[in-house]
């Protein structure tokens, strides 16, 4: 721990300070804890403190829920969906104050941090229909005297573990639509980065959210197994690797209990010959680079079809990746430059990268941009990486079975879309892919067969609107239902058919 950051506090944007949970509508420290430190990515210094909460603590958070359920599942649903609306002007308000917390624990810089804040902003909108949203279906005449119809119902206890990569957008994936419908909820913000939704937490608070409704559990596996082994969770969402998603899948089927599991991605550009080529560089950058490559829907191969585009493709792109600027994002020289290229978030993060490209030069691919040795001056206790790319990548590669999750982008050579489509739905995962070419038919037959659960037209990143739901295929998600959007309704309610008729009164 570094002594200077604790006496000179100013330097962060967060401050020297102890996190606490958000149990039953007020602010409490867990009993005879241990702490952990936060630190940016970036300098590498200490910037907050976070419990790791006991299993008694967790299950006590549990149980606030579950005794706030009954009310809240009887509130109307315009009057549910209010403290939503006033969160959603909070959110709106300290939209710049959430963003610099999340940029300094996360490390990606302050325009993805807004980009990502505004989609969170969003999902409360769409939760904010709810009234619409969860309306069941009638059926007058279902039979001779005989009407059918069907209610979306709450069901209780709801669950959220949060991933690091995305601290203030993907617990809203989930989050309004559960409350909206008349559930309670217990979220665990990732251990590396549980700032963010700590200050989101002071919000949801000032909305007025009855107590118990929502509570926030900061701490590690004891809380995450303390959300599984309860009886009284219903569901629990996760987004994390597919090793945690199977394992996650397997604990819940066995109890009987709802899950939504998005898991890792490896996910696919693919050039055509009529791309427009100059306009597809600059979009692979800001897929491939943004967030330092740590997001699920972050380009990491770029397949070309025929040689031309092949070395077009490698030398416009090596070129392009050599001009993004890689530094501590909150530097204010360059705090708001478009494409910005922040740390990584650990060490552990970063041997893993550095590993996986030692890997890709083993296994005979060219290392076209090496960006191991990059150096940020003032930054030297920062997880900094480079922009990296490897050309001459085949299949089979590790560099192209695993998911890197850092700002490492492969390029393969294909003669012919059927061959890149192969390539695709040959893979382990299925998040997303993306096709870029100017042809109807190129298009068409891309989005038909290409086996991922988002797919993108000219579009690096085909991550849907907020109305819109989001997941991928294969072992890139262990569910049924996806996150977001009218969609994930169902996950949060339970179908009950009601089957009536009436004779006439004698």
């Not at 690091?164 to 980065?193: D, E």
């Not at 100017?438 to 907020?466: H, S």
């Amino acid at each position: 721990m570094d002594t200077t950051t604790i006496s000179q506090p100013k330097k962060t944007e967060i401050g020297i300070s102890k996190l606490r949970n958000y149990v039953n509508g007020e602010w409490v420290t867990p009993k005879d804890c241990k702490w952990r430190e936060i630190e940016n990515p970036s300098t590498g210094e200490m910037i907050a403190e976070f419990p790791l909460t006991s299993s008694a603590d967790a299950y006590a958070a549990i149980a606030a829920a579950k005794a706030a359920f009954p009310a809240w599942a009887a509130t109307p649903a315009d009057r549910r969906t209010a403290p939503l609306f006033r969160l959603r002007d909070l959110f709106v308000a300290n939209m710049e104050k959430i963003a610099r917390v999340l940029v300094e624990e996360m490390g990606k810089s302050l325009p993805d941090a807004r980009a990502e804040l505004k989609r969170a902003q969003e999902n409360i909108e769409v939760a904010c229909g709810m009234p619409v949203l969860q309306q069941g279906d009638k059926m007058i005449g279902a039979s001779y005297g005989i009407d059918g119809e069907v209610l979306k119902l709450p069901m209780g206890v709801f669950g959220m573990i949060a991933p690091f990569n995305f601290p203030g957008m993907i617990p809203f994936w989930f989050l309004p639509y559960a409350v909206a419908s008349g559930n309670t909820y217990v979220i665990k913000p990732s251990s590396q980065v549980p700032c963010t939704m700590q200050i989101i937490g002071e919000y949801i608070h000032a909305a007025g959210f009855p107590k118990g409704v929502i509570n926030i559990v900061n701490g590690s596996h004891d809380v995450s197994d303390a959300m599984i082994e309860s009886p009284d969770i219903i569901g629990i969402s996760l987004v994390g690797s597919t090793r945690f998603c199977k394992e996650l899948a397997v604990r819940c089927a066995e109890k009987g209990k709802r899950f939504q599991a998005m898991g890792s991605a490896k996910n696919h550009l693919v050039v055509m010959p009529d791309a427009k080529v100059d306009d597809v560089i600059r979009n692979m950058i800001t897929s491939g680079y943004g967030c330092a490559g740590q997001r699920c829907m972050a380009s990491s191969v770029i397949v070309c079809v025929g040689d031309d585009m092949y070395k077009t493709v490698c030398d416009k792109f090596v070129a392009a990746s050599k001009e993004v600027i890689t530094c501590d994002p909150l530097d204010p020289k360059v705090a708001d430059e478009g494409m910005v290229m922040g740390p990584v978030i650990s060490k552990k993060a970063k041997d893993f990268i550095l590993q996986m490209i030692e890997t890709g030069v083993k296994e005979g691919a060219t290392l076209a941009l090496d960006g191991r040795n990059l150096k940020v001056p003032g930054r030297e206790k920062g997880h900094f990486i480079g922009t990296t790319v490897f050309t001459d990548v085949k299949p089979g590669m590790e560099i192209h079975k695993i998911e890197i999750f850092g700002p490492v982008q492969c390029i393969m050579k294909v003669d012919s879309l059927d061959e890149a489509i192969k390539i695709i739905n040959d893979h382990e995962y299925g998040n997303g892919a993306s096709i870029y070419t100017q042809n109807g038919w190129y298009a068409r037959r891309f989005k038909l067969e290409v086996t991922c659960g988002m797919i993108g037209v000219n579009v690096g990143i085909p991550a849907p609107v907020a109305f819109l739901p989001f997941g991928g295929l294969k072992a890139s998600q262990f569910a049924d239902i996806k996150a977001q959007g009218k969609t994930v309704v169902d996950f949060f309610t339970e179908d009950k058919i009601i089957t009536e008729r009436y004779w006439p009164e004698n």
